[in-house]
């Protein structure tokens, strides 16, 4: 294969035409090619009066020596796994998050036929529970934002930006677009999928999983586990089932889980997390902050991403949401969850970010579930700051660095819903969290002109994103339980949907390749 680097576009091309283009810089013979395809795409927007698309190609040709002046690579070997895994058990799964459905989908690979297992509903009918929510406030604790098929990401932005590197991404971002992800993912820079397409891939991949075997059990919330001669009786509110491999692709806010860990006396250790809250500003004044306004490219909507290192903590910028909207995003009653939501497009009027500061273990008690008492503490005094009825604690950016309780919203309106009451959302957190998000968003002005604008909306709070605990695994990613395989971001593996995704083939992986005895 020839790898083509650093191709530099000022148009909107379309694939074929940057092929082409690159294929008559590079004298490529078409003839000659078997295969071509765009591998990277991005857009250099350093220089504001010079904006373009920055594109890597692999060209696949029948005799690269014919191309001496054009780096060559070798094809990806694909590696093998042995199937060692004989039992007449089929495996479960608690969860169908991006963990839990990429470890389904490399057992099914495999013709295992594994059982998924989730509190929640199918993506259909959680819909309709996650919009009464938003609409009227009433609350379903086992199915929300946090529960049901898909994860906490199918309501979401639906980010696959990732900072490890590891050759299974590449298989994650194929999977999406097998599934009915735009071909584009599999080569931005910073791809994402949008709330609405994965809704449909959701579907997709359940109708797949289905079809090759497996079997889904949905609203079946997972409450205790007894184990004898290495055989799991999974307890459930509605059903039993018996297995020897139980993978718990359980996502961050499977409290009661982390609750029944203890109890058993599973190994878990803190870990650090973070808080803080998110950040609307209008997208316009984003775009033109990161490109200008001379631009005749057709650009997407713009992002960024801050980092600020401050006297006491680091406050940075987590889950960007372009055009996107702040949801309401609790899975317990009487307290304030939110995230952000985008759609494809990402065409709405809003820009939202969350805004965290970090909360380290040793700011907490010893008892390993403190972080996850500490989330629940700033969610319950969000609900009550609220108005103690479902909407969100708001504040203007200008009075929350002045100290002061907002009394007027101004040019940007929260995207919040069900509702929002103006308040001082200092009350909310310790004063180093304060104090941190404070100096953090007068530094980010530096970097964005107007992130620290007055009318900025600020909207509490923010605990989501991450787990609050790791629960310890060995090489064989197995916890203390033998056959008992914690997995993804619930667990402490994973930061979003393509590590998640990630973690969960390297469980499938492990469970496929064991021995059994």
């Given at each position: 294969?020839?790898?083509?680097?650093?191709?530099?576009?000022?148009?909107?091309?379309?694939?074929?035409?940057?092929?082409?283009?690159?294929?008559?810089?590079?004298?490529?013979?078409?003839?000659?090619?078997?295969n071509?395809?765009i591998?990277?795409?991005?857009?250099?927007?350093?220089?504001?009066?010079?904006?373009?698309?920055?594109?890597?190609?692999?060209?696949?040709?029948?005799?690269?020596?014919?191309?001496p002046?054009?780096?060559?690579?070798?094809?990806?070997?694909?590696?093998?796994?042995?199937?060692?895994?004989?039992?007449?058990?089929?495996?479960?799964?608690?969860?169908?998050?991006?963990?839990?459905?990429?470890?389904?989908?490399?057992l099914?690979e495999?013709?295992?036929?594994?059982?998924?297992?989730e509190?929640?509903?199918?993506?259909e009918?959680?819909?309709?529970?996650?919009?009464?929510?938003?609409?009227?406030?009433?609350?379903?604790?086992?199915?929300?934002?946090?529960?049901?098929?898909?994860?906490?990401?199918?309501?979401?932005d639906?980010k696959?930006?990732?900072?490890?590197?590891?050759?299974?991404?590449k298989?994650?971002?194929?999977?999406?677009?097998?599934?009915?992800?735009?071909?584009?993912?599999?080569?931005?820079?910073?791809?994402?999928?949008?709330?609405?397409?994965?809704?449909?891939?959701?579907?997709?991949?359940?109708?797949?999983?289905?079809?090759?075997?497996?079997?889904?059990?949905?609203?079946?919330?997972?409450?205790?586990?007894e184990?004898?001669?290495?055989?799991?009786?999974?307890?459930?509110?509605?059903?039993?089932?018996?297995?020897?491999?139980?993978?718990?692709?359980?996502?961050?806010?499977?409290?009661?889980?982390?609750?029944?860990?203890?109890?058993?006396?599973?190994?878990?250790?803190k870990?650090?997390?973070?808080?803080?809250?998110?950040?609307e500003?209008?997208?316009?004044?984003?775009?033109?902050?990161?490109?200008?306004?001379?631009?005749?490219?057709?650009?997407?909507?713009?992002?960024?991403?801050?980092?600020?290192?401050?006297?006491?903590?680091?406050?940075?910028?987590?889950?960007?949401?372009?055009?996107?909207?702040?949801?309401?995003?609790?899975s317990?009653?009487?307290?304030?969850?939110?995230?952000?939501?985008?759609?494809?497009?990402?065409d709405?009027?809003?820009?939202?970010?969350?805004l965290?500061?970090n909360?380290?273990?040793?700011?907490?008690?010893?008892?390993?579930?403190?972080?996850m008492?500490?989330?629940?503490?700033?969610?319950?005094?969000?609900?009550?700051?609220?108005?103690?009825?479902?909407?969100?604690?708001?504040?203007?950016?200008?009075?929350?660095?002045?100290?002061?309780?907002?009394?007027?919203?101004?040019s940007?309106?929260?995207?919040?819903?069900?509702?929002?009451?103006?308040?001082?959302?200092?009350?909310?957190?310790?004063?180093?969290?304060?104090?941190?998000?404070?100096?953090?968003?007068?530094?980010?002005?530096?970097k964005?002109?107007?992130?620290?604008?007055?009318?900025?909306?600020?909207?509490?709070?923010?605990?989501?994103?991450?787990?609050?605990?790791?629960?310890?695994?060995?090489?064989?990613?197995?916890?203390?339980?033998?056959?008992?395989?914690?997995?993804?971001?619930?667990?402490?593996?994973?930061?979003?949907?393509?590590?998640?995704?990630?973690?969960?083939?390297?469980?499938?992986?492990?469970?496929?390749?064991?021995?059994?005895?």
């Amino acid at each position: 294969m020839l790898k083509i680097d650093n191709l530099k576009i000022y148009d909107d091309y379309d694939e074929n035409e940057i092929i082409n283009i690159a294929l008559k810089k590079y004298k490529i013979k078409e003839e000659d090619v078997t295969n071509s395809y765009i591998i990277k795409k991005s857009i250099d927007a350093r220089n504001k009066n010079n904006i373009y698309y920055n594109y890597s190609l692999c060209i696949e040709v029948k005799n690269e020596n014919k191309y001496p002046h054009i780096k060559s690579i070798p094809k990806e070997e694909i590696k093998k796994i042995n199937r060692n895994r004989k039992s007449p058990y089929h495996p479960i799964i608690i969860g169908s998050g991006p963990a839990g459905l990429f470890c389904a989908l490399k057992l099914i690979e495999y013709d295992y036929k594994p059982i998924i297992i989730e509190q929640g509903s199918k993506v259909e009918d959680r819909i309709k529970v996650v919009e009464e929510y938003r609409d009227k406030g009433i609350l379903n604790e086992n199915c929300n934002v946090q529960f049901g098929e898909g994860g906490a990401g199918t309501f979401s932005d639906g980010k696959l930006v990732t900072g490890v590197n590891s050759p299974l991404i590449k298989e994650v971002l194929d999977t999406f677009y097998k599934f009915g992800a735009p071909k584009e993912i599999t080569y931005l820079n910073k791809p994402h999928i949008g709330t609405d397409n994965l809704r449909k891939i959701i579907i997709n991949i359940r109708k797949y999983i289905e079809k090759k075997g497996g079997k889904y059990y949905f609203d079946t919330k997972f409450i205790d586990y007894e184990k004898k001669d290495n055989i799991f009786k999974v307890i459930c509110n509605n059903n039993t089932f018996e297995t020897d491999t139980l993978i718990l692709a359980i996502g961050h806010s499977a409290r009661d889980t982390y609750k029944l860990l203890k109890n058993k006396k599973v190994p878990m250790q803190k870990k650090n997390f973070a808080v803080g809250l998110r950040i609307e500003h209008k997208q316009s004044m984003i775009n033109e902050s990161q490109y200008g306004n001379k631009c005749k490219l057709k650009l997407p909507s713009a992002e960024y991403k801050l980092v600020y290192h401050g006297k006491e903590r680091s406050c940075y910028t987590f889950c960007m949401c372009p055009g996107g909207e702040v949801i309401a995003s609790s899975s317990e009653k009487e307290s304030i969850v939110t995230n952000g939501m985008s759609s494809f497009k990402r065409d709405k009027e809003n820009a939202n970010s969350a805004l965290l500061v970090n909360v380290l273990t040793t700011d907490l008690p010893d008892d390993v579930l403190s972080g996850m008492y500490f989330q629940e503490e700033l969610e319950k005094k969000a609900y009550i700051l609220g108005g103690k009825n479902g909407n969100a604690p708001v504040q203007r950016v200008g009075d929350f660095l002045n100290n002061k309780p907002s009394t007027n919203i101004g040019s940007i309106i929260p995207s919040y819903k069900p509702g929002y009451k103006l308040c001082d959302l200092g009350k909310l957190f310790p004063k180093y969290i304060t104090n941190t998000l404070q100096e953090g968003i007068l530094y980010f002005d530096k970097k964005i002109h107007g992130f620290a604008t007055n009318d900025a909306i600020l909207t509490g709070v923010e605990t989501r994103s991450s787990a609050p605990v790791t629960i310890l695994r060995n090489e064989d990613l197995e916890s203390s339980e033998t056959r008992l395989y914690p997995c993804g971001e619930g667990a402490g593996y994973a930061g979003g949907i393509t590590t998640s995704a990630i973690d969960g083939i390297k469980v499938a992986i492990k469970v496929i390749e064991r021995f059994d005895s």
